[in-house]
């Protein structure tokens, strides 16, 4: 190895471990669960003990009110295994998925840094991708939070990655492409594009290779992974009477632009997007002469037609969300996986503008400090907020922090998320953060009220209900009891009910119960809090929580609660 090579490779290795502590710092900083997370907690406490993967157990209709098949699979085989539950194992998965996500994208700088114009500048290059990746707010965000978007993440890098860096001629080429997009759509719904551009990508090699007979063969056996998708559709089919998980039916009301070209913008200014979306068109334009004399250059290469089919995907899945969808409930969860892979397409770009190094790195090192101004503020104003008081429907104007000479690239910032968090669109961290804070403070204990139900389940009859809103960590420590989510991500009826023509739209809070519907089951469970106080009255020295079950004056059937859920509400 030469002193050259050897050089290179340590500070490779510093670049390396500088990642790992400063994203584990992040993971630190930023730890949190959503209320939602709980919900597939619940799912997996419902399949050990014997339920499947169902919100309430039998006579309950069955629903499928998570979206992440994969992930509480995960979960669950972790319990089993090794006595792990949920709420302690799913953070701590979801840093190694962001670490592996950050090995991913290293890996694809350091490939096509190799060759071309970055030359000796090639740590450079890996350098400043990883500061970009481990300094930014919502990469550092989603490596927790309980859910399953480190995963997805991951899995979608990772596609990626055996699209473009595994050569067509490996054999196992097209197998690793479907397996990743297998597990992704397993892990998240949306990952049914990177399985229909597999299919393309397939069909794409065939035409390019169709002398070569044993590539073929090994193409076809390679799409193999992909049917474990059909399996899925008719496994769900079969367990829950739908084609779609049940919570589409709850969020989706209709296509939503309005709220998510503001969504779209937020996010571009928030993290200066607009540099690298700038530089991406002033290289377009750069092809512009290129396209022109496409006749005479006769059909692109393969490896042009892999590059478009990842480009396409990442593209479809931004449009799918930004204008049907209208954003998502949390944060910038559904943009999550782009952070990465804006900052490790940057360098890609500029050294095909450019062979000046100088102005290369100055260029990134710009894109990188204007991405942390408007986050790093807000997160400066809003992480010393503690109280659900002060953090509910949270706005934080951030131009009123700035110089005045500054404010204006702040206002229409601040302009889109006062619009988007009164719809309940791009809640804030800190929000979901305290908000999960608060019910863990509120809510009885998952091992006290297992206690006490078993202790008078005889008592208070079959079928305890309880109708509540936020049914994450509710529905996590209250296994035993039977929950009516009037928000409708995990109740059938209530996911169907038509809102009124005139609501207000609201990012996941759009449905209601029917009339009447909820008092069919006649809830009769409710959480206590006592306290106890000082002998002046004025201090409180002790506080209890526990559930109330209170008797009914009927008992709850099991044909009842059949028929409340098949009436026509």
């Not at 190895?1 to 900083?29: D, E, K, P, Q």
């Not at 309980?146 to 596609?159: C, D, P, R, Y």
């Not at 597999?198 to 044993?214: F, K, M, Q, S």
Request: charged fraction near 15%.
């Amino acid at each position: 190895m030469t002193r050259a090579n050897l050089y290179s490779h340590v500070i490779l290795a510093i670049i390396g471990l500088a990642a790992l502590a400063a994203t584990y710092h992040g993971w630190r900083l930023f730890w949190f669960f959503t209320d939602d997370a709980f919900i597939a907690f619940r799912y997996v406490s419902n399949a050990i003990a014997g339920h499947g993967y169902t919100w309430n157990p039998p006579p309950f209709r069955p629903i499928e009110g998570y979206t992440s098949f994969l992930w509480i699979a995960i979960l669950e085989m972790i319990w089993r295994w090794f006595a792990i539950q949920p709420p302690a194992a799913a953070n701590w998965i979801s840093l190694l998925c962001s670490y592996g996500s950050l090995w991913i994208i290293l890996a694809m700088v350091s490939r096509y840094t190799l060759t071309g114009s970055w030359g000796l500048a090639r740590s450079w290059a890996i350098g400043l991708v990883t500061l970009g990746i481990v300094s930014n707010r919502t990469f550092l965000t989603w490596s927790s939070s309980g859910l399953e978007t480190a995963l997805f993440n991951f899995l979608i890098h990772l596609w990626i990655y055996t699209v473009l860096y595994i050569r067509p001629e490996n054999r196992g080429w097209m197998w690793s492409i479907s397996t990743a997009a297998a597990l992704t759509y397993l892990c998240r719904p949306d990952g049914i594009l990177l399985a229909l551009a597999t299919l393309g990508i397939a069909a794409v090699t065939v035409i390019y290779n169709h002398r070569d007979r044993p590539l073929i063969r090994r193409l076809m056996l390679g799409l193999l992974p992909l049917a474990v998708i059909p399996i899925h559709f008719a496994w769900r089919k079969a367990r829950y009477g739908e084609w779609l998980p049940n919570t589409y039916y709850a969020k989706h009301v209709a296509a939503w632009p309005e709220s998510g070209i503001r969504y779209l913008g937020s996010f571009i200014i928030e993290y200066a997007l607009w540099i690298w979306v700038w530089v991406l068109l002033v290289w377009l334009w750069r092809q512009g002469p290129l396209f022109a004399r496409r006749e005479k250059l006769g059909l692109p290469c393969q490896r042009s037609l892999l590059t478009a089919a990842v480009w396409l995907t990442v593209l479809g899945h931004l449009t799918y969300y930004t204008f049907i969808i209208g954003g998502d409930h949390f944060e910038y969860r559904v943009y999550s996986h782009l952070i990465p892979l804006t900052f490790a397409s940057f360098p890609w770009l500029l050294g095909r503008l450019s062979r000046k190094m100088p102005l290369n790195i100055a260029l990134f090192l710009t894109f990188i400090i204007a991405s942390w101004a408007v986050p790093w503020t807000h997160w400066h104003a809003t992480k010393d907020l503690k109280r659900r008081e002060t953090t509910h429907a949270m706005i934080v104007p951030v131009a009123d922090l700035w110089p005045v000479s500054m404010r204006w690239y702040a206002q229409p910032f601040d302009e889109m998320q006062a619009w988007l968090i009164k719809h309940r669109v791009g809640m804030r961290h800190q929000e979901h953060k305290i908000f999960f804070l608060n019910q863990q403070h509120y809510i009885p204990d998952r091992e006290t009220i297992l206690r006490q139900f078993n202790a008078s389940a005889e008592a208070v009859g079959p079928y305890p209900v309880i109708a509540y809103g936020s049914v994450g960590v509710l529905g996590w420590r209250m296994a035993p009891i039977n929950i009516i989510d009037t928000v409708g991500l995990n109740d059938y009826i209530i996911a169907r009910n038509p809102i009124p023509p005139n609501q207000s739209r609201m990012m996941a809070h759009d449905r209601f119960p029917p009339p009447g519907y909820v008092e069919c089951f006649t809830p009769n469970v409710e959480p206590r809090i006592t306290l106890d106080y000082n002998e002046g009255g004025q201090q409180v020295t002790s506080m209890h929580r526990y559930i109330k079950i209170s008797p009914r004056a009927e008992p709850l059937t099991a044909q009842k609660i059949r028929e409340c859920e098949t009436r026509a509400w």
